[in-house]
T-cell receptor, first 114, second 114 residues
């Protein structure tokens, strides 16, 4: 699975959009981009994933560049409860023959400030 | 609550003792994963089960570690002759047979070895 690079930490003002970048320049054609977050003292939580099209759900939006070498997770209106470590992970798509394991990096610590 | 359940949530033990953690995955999830997380690091993959079969083990899983999933439902992770370096959060996750990349994590079991 391709390696990802994320900034170590970021700050965001409460109520503003949080834009978390991720570089994955070695991503291959059948690899997806996944985002998870981990709030302090809890297990990681799935946020969103995508292949090449932009994706949106109730939690966030995922913007993937046309060359797929980078992506941005957008939290449109950050709240204090969004303070967490955000992990960008690249791995092959699902299917019954794939183990499905995720390889986590160190992620980005997002601090949402009042 | 129908999420992934882990017990105990906290365990303090003396060096050299054995400890066992239990994970109850989401019902009908046939895939189960164990991860270890130390302070300031992302979760590290330890092992993967599909039903009762242990299909992958990380090199991190030394001979002192053993994991089982006897009936394809709950799983146990045993650490024998604990060392101070084993102090970490042990996370369990499960996912359905056809994996979409969404792993459902438990709250974790925190081990402190004195």
């Amino acid at each position: 699975d391709a390696k990802t690079t994320q900034p170590t930490s970021m700050d965001c003002a409460e109520g503003r959009a949080a834009n978390l970048p991720c570089n994955h320049s070695t991503i291959s054609g059948n690899e997806y981009v996944y985002w998870y977050r981990q709030i302090h003292s809890q297990g990681p939580q799935y946020i969103i994933h995508g292949l090449k099209n932009n994706e949106t759900n109730e939690m966030a939006s995922l913007i993937i560049t046309e060359d797929r070498k980078s992506s941005t997770l957008i939290l449109p209106h950050a709240t204090l409860r969004d303070t967490a470590v955000y992990y960008c992970i690249v791995r092959h798509g699902g299917g019954s023959s794939n183990t499905g394991k995720l390889i986590f990096g160190q992620g980005t610590t997002l601090q949402v400030k009042p | 609550d129908t999420g992934v359940s882990q017990n105990p949530r906290h365990k303090i033990t003396k060096r050299g003792q054995n400890v066992t953690f239990r994970c109850d995955p989401i019902s009908e999830h046939n895939r189960l994963y164990w991860y270890r997380q130390t302070l300031g690091q992302g979760p590290e993959f330890l092992t993967y089960f599909q039903n009762e079969a242990q299909l992958e083990k990380s090199r991190l899983l030394s001979d002192r570690f053993s994991a089982e999933r006897p009936k394809g439902s709950f799983s146990t992770l045993e650490i024998q002759r604990t060392e101070q370096g084993d102090s970490a959060m042990y996370l369990c996750a499960s996912s359905p047979r056809v994996n979409t990349g969404e792993l459902f994590f438990g709250e974790g079991s925190r081990l402190t070895v004195l």
